[in-house]
Structure formats: structure tokens, C-alpha cells
């Protein structure tokens, strides 16, 4: 702990002058996510944070110079410029035992590194905030695209991503996400979905924020029944693995639907949104647009019965999903020169060949959708929900350090 804590002040870290604020992406329930470039003039090592670690070269890496222009990104400059970065400021009063919950938090983000989830890079305290630098997507969170509601596959897609993603969390590293929605899921136009926000920065900011009754909106009903309205990032017998199931289900209903699926008669507020979830049936997937396959995907996540909710093992199993999951079949005219190819990286040394961008998880469809979505934003030709999920709350009443007019000069 005293290590890692050393880690975040050392002068290899971040500090708040360190960073150039390029854009506000978004107002969280507890604070604000910038669009930021790090002028240090290094490279980020995925995963365990800004220290030391510099590939010779990493292509498609974004940095500010390629952040400018939609043209492919130079392996060579993007070496030499500032890595563009998601900076999360959650604004605090911290006392010390706030202090060593948010490194204990950290620790653990330290150690998450897959293709899955979202890179963190590293973190650091100032004037009662805790800064957060993570992997910037360029798609944002599928909220922001999903007017009009998602084509199957490219949903189904997106659904195999965030399962793989909260599987390793519980498999490897024991986190149950806690607040499974669409805002916590990210793309890039890469093609690549990543899961955010999980159970150690959810529970963190739940449990030292002084309002979140507005988090509660995927809660499943056993959570809200249960725990009387509990609060999200808070630990009780009552959590599990398949109370992020549900919370699956709900966020694959409201992507096909384009909105929130409770109907606005009864998600005027919170509480009757909550109410809704408990007493009423279970949403589902639209009439049309959607497979039998994938209609009982979502009806098995959202058995009001948590034990007889899938695994997430079970999940991929699933008509809907078992297909995204076969390993790729190489024809044997190829499998010769794959051989040859994967002993000529070998030879060429292990940080030459080292994957830091997880092409792996590209997709050219989920891409193709991604760039799509932002163009029509772009061009006004998209709608936003007027009546999403009540779960925005309001800030803490602390002043921003990056409302200072000497960050982002």
C-alpha cells in the first residue's frame, strides 16, 4: 500500500500541470471527464500506469496529432507527442480514511489491464479532488450513438465485449462491476468496446459521495427490494454476479430501443422508475429488428429470480452469443506461414511485437457503425432520448481545480 501511494506522488506520476484540458467529454453523477494530452513527452504503458515502459513504436496509438486529422496515425510522432487521455476529476473532501480507500481502489485499477477494459494510466490528488487518467475512446460511451436503437449485430457484439469484460473481472481479479449501463460502456471507432466505471471506482465514488440515489435506475429488483433503495457502490450479501446480469439485460433493451425501456408514465422519477423494476414485468426486446435467439438472451437476464439468472460462462453459451466465441479456423495453406511469421517475431524481440493497441478486439462492423453514429451527430441528424434513465444526480459542492484559468493554457 505505502509502495503504491509512493508511486502516485512520485515525480514519475501525474500532477494537474501536467495535463492540457482539450475538451469537457462529460458530467458524471460526481464529476467531470475531460478530453486531456499529457505534455510529458513519453508514452503511457498500458494498464499499469505512466511509468516507465516506452515501446519502440505502437501504431494506431491516439495521440494529439492524430486526434487533429481522420488520416492514420505515425507510429513515429506518436512517440514523440503527448498521449491524449480520458482525465475523470471525482470531487472529494478527503479525510484519511477516505484517502486509503481511494488507494486501495487504485491499487486494483493498477492491475486491470485487459482488451476488455478500459486502460488506466494513472491517478493523483489535488485540492480535494482525485484525478483519474484512463484509455480515451474516440466513440465515447454507446449512450451518446445508440439513437434509434442498435442493429442486432453489431448489439450482439457489443454484448460479448462487456460479458468477456466483467468475466475477467470476477474471474481475475474478483470485482463485481456493481453499476453494469450503457454510459460505462465505451467504443472507439476502431471497432473496440471496453467496459468502465467498475466496482472499484463505482464503489468508491458511491460510498464517500454524499448524494446517489440517482445511480439505481439498472439496479436489479432483489438489490432495491432488499436494500431499500441502497446505494450502489455499497456492499452488503445481497450483490452478486448476477445482479450485474440483470443490469446487462436492461442496458441490451434500452441500446435496441434507442431509450431508457421503462415507459415515461413510469419513470417520471426515481422512485417510481425503482417501484417499476420490482413490481412490474421485465421489459423486452423490440417486436422487430431482433432474433428469437436474441429475445431469449435477454428474457433469461432478466428472471426476476436472481439464482436462476445465467453465469456469465452460461452467457456465452447462448445461441445469441456461442458463435462470437469459436476460435478462428486457419486453413492449412496458412498455417505454415503463420508458424513462420510468429518465430520471425520471436527472433525480433518481445517489445517489438508486444500488442499494446489489442487489435485482437477490433471489429471493421462495430467500426463502421461507430463512425457512422458520430458522423450523424456530427451532421445534427440524430436525436437524443429526451427521457433517459434518472440517473444523474448532482455534484458535490466543491470547487473544480480545473476550473482554475491556468489548467488547459
Given at each position: 500500500?505505502?509502495?503504491f501511494?509512493?508511486y502516485?506522488?512520485?515525480?514519475?506520476g501525474?500532477?494537474?500541470?501536467?495535463?492540457?484540458?482539450l475538451?469537457?467529454?462529460?458530467?458524471g453523477?460526481?464529476?467531470t471527464v475531460?478530453k486531456?494530452?499529457h505534455t510529458?513527452?513519453?508514452?503511457p504503458?498500458?494498464?499499469?500506469?505512466?511509468?516507465?515502459?516506452k515501446?519502440?513504436s505502437v501504431?494506431?496509438?491516439?495521440?494529439?496529432?492524430?486526434?487533429k486529422?481522420?488520416?492514420?496515425?505515425?507510429?513515429?510522432?506518436?512517440?514523440?507527442?503527448?498521449?491524449v487521455?480520458?482525465?475523470k476529476?471525482?470531487r472529494?473532501?478527503l479525510?484519511?480514511?477516505k484517502?486509503?480507500?481511494?488507494i486501495?481502489?487504485?491499487?486494483i485499477?493498477h492491475?486491470c489491464a485487459?482488451?476488455?477494459i478500459i486502460?488506466?494510466y494513472?491517478?493523483?490528488?489535488?485540492?480535494?479532488?482525485v484525478y483519474?487518467?484512463?484509455?480515451y475512446?474516440?466513440?465515447?460511451?454507446?449512450?451518446?450513438l445508440?439513437?434509434g436503437?442498435?442493429?442486432e449485430n453489431?448489439?450482439?457484439?457489443?454484448t460479448?465485449?462487456?460479458i468477456?469484460?466483467l468475466k475477467?473481472?470476477?474471474?481475475k481479479?474478483?470485482i463485481?462491476?456493481?453499476d453494469?449501463?450503457?454510459?460505462?460502456?465505451?467504443v472507439n471507432?476502431?471497432?473496440q468496446?471496453?467496459i468502465?466505471?467498475?466496482?472499484?471506482?463505482g464503489?468508491l465514488?458511491?460510498?464517500?459521495?454524499?448524494?446517489?440515489i440517482g445511480?439505481?435506475?439498472?439496479?436489479?429488483?432483489?438489490?432495491?427490494?432488499?436494500?431499500?433503495f441502497?446505494?450502489a457502490?455499497?456492499?452488503d450479501?445481497?450483490y452478486?454476479?448476477?445482479?450485474?446480469?440483470?443490469?446487462l439485460?436492461?442496458?441490451?433493451?434500452?441500446?435496441?430501443?434507442?431509450?431508457y425501456p421503462?415507459?415515461p408514465?413510469v419513470s417520471?422519477t426515481?422512485f417510481?422508475?425503482?417501484?417499476?423494476?420490482v413490481?412490474?414485468d421485465?421489459?423486452?426486446?423490440?417486436?422487430?429488428g431482433?432474433?428469437?435467439?436474441?429475445?431469449?438472451f435477454v428474457?433469461a437476464?432478466?428472471n426476476?429470480t436472481?439464482?436462476?439468472r445465467?453465469?456469465?460462462?452460461a452467457l456465452?453459451?447462448?445461441?445469441w452469443?456461442?458463435?462470437?466465441t469459436?476460435?478462428?479456423?486457419?486453413p492449412e495453406?496458412?498455417?505454415?506461414?503463420?508458424e513462420?511469421?510468429?518465430?520471425a517475431?520471436a527472433?525480433?524481440g518481445?517489445?517489438?511485437h508486444?500488442?499494446?493497441?489489442?487489435?485482437?478486439?477490433?471489429?471493421?462492423?462495430?467500426?463502421?457503425?461507430?463512425?457512422?453514429?458520430?458522423?450523424?451527430?456530427?451532421s445534427?441528424d440524430?436525436?437524443a432520448?429526451?427521457k433517459?434513465?434518472?440517473?444523474a444526480?448532482?455534484?458535490?459542492?466543491?470547487n473544480?481545480?480545473?476550473?482554475?484559468?491556468?489548467?488547459?493554457?
Open positions: 500500500m505505502k509502495q501511494e509512493e502516485i506522488n512520485a515525480e514519475k501525474i500532477s494537474l500541470d501536467e495535463v492540457e484540458k475538451d469537457e467529454l462529460g458530467k453523477n460526481y464529476g475531460y486531456v494530452r510529458k513527452r513519453r508514452i504503458r498500458f494498464g499499469p500506469g505512466l511509468s516507465g515502459f515501446p519502440p501504431p494506431g496509438l491516439p495521440t494529439a496529432e492524430s486526434d486529422s481522420d488520416g492514420p496515425v505515425d507510429a513515429k510522432s506518436s512517440s514523440a507527442l503527448g498521449m487521455m480520458a482525465m476529476e471525482i472529494l473532501e479525510d484519511e480514511a484517502l486509503s480507500t481511494i486501495k481502489e487504485l491499487i485499477l492491475e485487459s482488451p476488455y486502460d488506466f494513472g491517478a493523483f490528488f489535488q485540492e480535494s479532488a483519474i487518467c484512463l484509455e475512446m474516440d466513440g465515447g460511451s454507446i449512450d451518446k445508440y439513437s436503437g442498435i442493429p453489431i448489439l450482439r457484439k457489443i460479448y465485449c462487456t468477456m469484460g475477467e473481472l470476477k474471474e481479479h474478483n463485481i462491476h456493481r453494469v449501463k450503457p454510459t460505462n460502456i465505451l471507432t476502431r471497432g468496446v471496453k468502465c466505471d467498475f466496482g472499484v471506482s464503489n465514488v458511491a460510498s464517500i459521495a454524499k448524494t446517489n445511480c439505481q435506475s439498472y439496479m436489479a429488483p432483489e438489490r432495491i427490494s432488499g436494500g431499500q441502497m446505494q457502490g455499497s456492499s450479501g445481497t452478486s454476479v448476477q445482479s450485474d446480469v440483470w443490469s439485460g436492461l442496458t441490451i433493451i434500452e441500446c435496441a430501443m434507442g431509450k421503462y415507459p408514465e417520471s426515481i417510481s422508475q425503482l417501484s417499476a423494476i413490481e412490474g421485465p421489459p423486452s426486446l423490440p417486436d422487430h431482433y432474433s428469437d435467439s436474441a429475445r431469449a428474457f437476464c432478466l426476476k436472481p439464482k436462476l445465467p453465469s456469465y460462462q456465452l453459451g447462448f445461441d452469443i456461442k458463435t462470437l469459436k476460435p478462428e479456423v486457419i495453406d496458412d498455417e505454415e506461414e503463420n513462420n511469421e510468429a518465430s517475431d527472433v525480433a518481445v517489445a517489438d508486444l500488442d499494446l493497441s489489442h487489435s485482437t478486439t477490433e471489429d471493421a462492423e462495430v467500426a463502421a457503425w461507430v463512425n457512422d453514429a458520430l458522423e450523424r451527430k456530427a445534427g440524430y436525436e432520448d429526451k433517459p434513465a434518472l440517473h444526480a448532482p455534484l458535490d459542492a466543491v473544480s481545480p480545473m476550473a482554475s484559468p491556468q489548467i488547459g493554457k
